[in-house]
């Protein structure tokens, strides 16, 4: 199994910034890419940005320029660094990690999710 937790997050100001933790423990082969989505009340969960263990990134255009996802492969740990915050940033944070487990096979892990909100 393996597990991630998470950390970060909170209440910010419109413009003010934010960064974000996942750590990945457990027992696994490797982590391919690790990165962060969120759900916002009333919509489906997105993809914000992800980060493989090469480090390749992809972003959300809504979030280019403004967030910075990295990772940590000897921590297995990624982060999210979310500047010039918006009201509409706000949405619970998930951690997830794309797992080779020991057998060969890959699975997706989900942290529990952390809130976001921005607002004055």
């Known amino acids: 199994q393996v597990q991630l937790v998470e950390s970060g997050g909170g209440l910010v100001q419109p413009g003010g910034s934010l960064s974000l933790s996942c750590a990945a423990s457990?027992?696994?082969?490797?982590?391919?890419?690790m990165g962060w989505y969120r759900q916002a009340p009333g919509k489906q969960r997105e993809l914000v940005a992800r980060?493989?263990?090469?480090?390749?990134?992809d972003y959300a255009d809504s979030v280019k320029g403004r967030f910075t996802v990295s990772r940590d492969n000897a921590r297995n740990t990624v982060y999210l660094l979310m500047n010039s915050l918006k009201p509409e940033d706000t949405a619970v944070y998930y951690c997830n990690a794309a797992v080779t487990r020991l057998s060969g096979r890959s699975a997706d892990y989900w942290g529990q999710g952390t809130q976001v909100t921005v607002s004055s």
């Open positions: 457990g027992s696994f082969f490797s982590i391919t890419a």
């Open positions: 980060i493989t263990s090469g480090g390749s990134t």
